[in-house]
């Protein structure tokens, strides 16, 4: 039963440096979303899709793109590393309706 | 516009203290959910409880207890006898209505030490 799964888990970036964070779930959720937390400041969310083919701005969008191509992944991409997107992302899916959100493990990104 | 604010921002007890961490929250939805998440050392998100903003009964799972007040706008979770495994950061929530896509808003989360 595995949930939510994030890929890689650890992850060092030179400034310029472009990756993609996957996220898969196994649970047949419409909502998707990507977090990222920061000290003192919570989570704050990134991107966010309701379906398959369909993506959405969160709170701080600039410097990541998204794409959720198969309803059961959900994709983070960051062209050109910045050493301000240090930080702990999280992915989450979740049912329609007012469910609870299940989330990935992280992935620990540093960007030097 | 959608908010959550912990003040506490790192709280230190000592085993079997009751422990209180607040939660207070803005919306303009009327219909809304509150959640309690906890994050240990390892790092994951445990989700604990969920809340709809027209279920303002208190409920207690335990050692644990959550007491909800539309009045106040506060969502507090209260932990009895604390534990050293309770040692983590706590998040509170919030979740509008289905036209906010349910998009979830969070504190910046206390961290609960708890000594031995």
């Known amino acids: 039963n595995a949930g939510v799964t994030q890929t890689p888990k650890f992850r060092v970036l030179k400034t310029g440096q472009s990756m993609t964070l996957l996220c898969a779930q196994d649970?047949?959720?419409?909502?998707m979303y990507w977090y990222r937390q920061d000290p003192g400041m919570g989570l704050r969310l990134i991107h966010y899709?309701?379906?398959?083919?369909?993506?959405a701005k969160g709170e701080v969008p600039d410097g990541y793109n998204v794409s959720r191509l198969k309803k059961q992944n959900f994709l983070l991409g960051l062209e050109s590393a910045a050493p301000s997107q240090t930080s702990v992302y999280f992915c989450?899916?979740?049912?329609?309706?007012?469910?609870?959100?299940?989330f990935g493990q992280g992935t620990r990104l540093t960007v030097v | 516009a959608q908010k959550v604010t912990q003040a506490q921002t790192e709280i230190s007890v000592v085993e079997k203290e009751d422990v209180t961490l607040d939660c207070v929250y803005e919306?303009?939805?009327?219909?809304?959910?509150l959640f309690w998440y906890k994050q240990p050392p390892s790092g994951e998100l445990v989700f604990l409880i969920r809340?709809?903003?027209?279920?303002?009964q208190n409920e207690i799972s335990g050692r644990y207890s959550w007491n909800f007040q539309k009045s106040t706008s506060s969502f507090n979770f209260t932990i009895t006898a604390s534990q050293v495994v309770d040692s983590a950061v706590y998040f509170c929530?919030?979740?509008?209505?289905?036209?906010?896509?349910?998009?979830?808003?969070f504190g910046s989360g206390t961290k609960l030490n708890v000594k031995p």
């Open positions: 809340r709809n903003s027209f279920d303002e």
């Open positions: 649970m047949n959720h419409e909502y």
């Open positions: 989450a899916s979740k049912t329609t309706g007012n469910t609870e959100a299940f």
């Open positions: 899709s309701v379906g398959e083919g369909t993506t």
């Open positions: 929530a919030l979740s509008g209505s289905i036209y906010n896509f349910n998009k979830f808003y």
């Open positions: 919306t303009r939805d009327t219909t809304y959910y």
